[in-house]
Every structure is written in C-alpha cells, then in structure tokens.
C-alpha cells in the first residue's frame, strides 16, 4: 500500500499487515473477537470468516463451499498466499487475496 494511503487504515491492521508481509501470512491468533475476514481463492471463490474466538482458532464461516449458511469451525492459523488452508474439515483452493475487516493484508502491494 502507498505510504499516504496508510493514513487511512486503522493502526492495528498497519501492524497486522507489516507483520503478515514479514511472516508471509496472517495469524487467525493475531486478530480479535469479530474481526472478518475475507479469503479469495485461486478458485474464484470468496469465504467469509468471523472470528469468534482468536485463541482457539474458531471463527464462523460463509461462502464458497459453505455457501449463506453460517458454519462454525476451526481455522488453521495461519493464512497465507498461495498456501491453501483448512475450515472445518475441508481444504480450500490455495488463496490469492486476504482481507481484514475490508482492508487488504494479502498480498501486499
């Protein structure tokens, strides 16, 4: 992101985005209560997931193979481009774009 768009972002996702660019991923464990994110995969699909608690890892999911229908589970922790993660019990398509509470993490610009 250019440095004078980064005058518009929330000061903890500035830290979560430096952190997620030098770690290569961003950590369910980071985030806090109610934080979304958005995961767009190489498959074109779009999953939801409201974190609901960070420390366990468990979020409500939306999208994609879930479909409307909210889907509580278990997240792997960490989310990374072209890694693909879990939900649940199922494996989704490698990711391409993450998103926290609307605002671009993954990749970085």
Known sequence: MPES?????DSRLLVLMDKARGEAGVK???LQV???LEVETESGSVYTLKVLNPKELMVEA????FGPKLTTAHVSNCIAVGNRFIVGNVL???TCVVKVNGVQVLPCA
Not at 62 to 65: D, E, I
């Open 5 to 9: 768009g980064r005058k518009h972002v």
């Open 92 to 94: 989704l398509s490698e």
């Open 62 to 65: 939306s999208g994609g193979k």
């Open 34 to 36: 109610n934080d979304v």
């Open 28 to 30: 369910v464990q980071d």
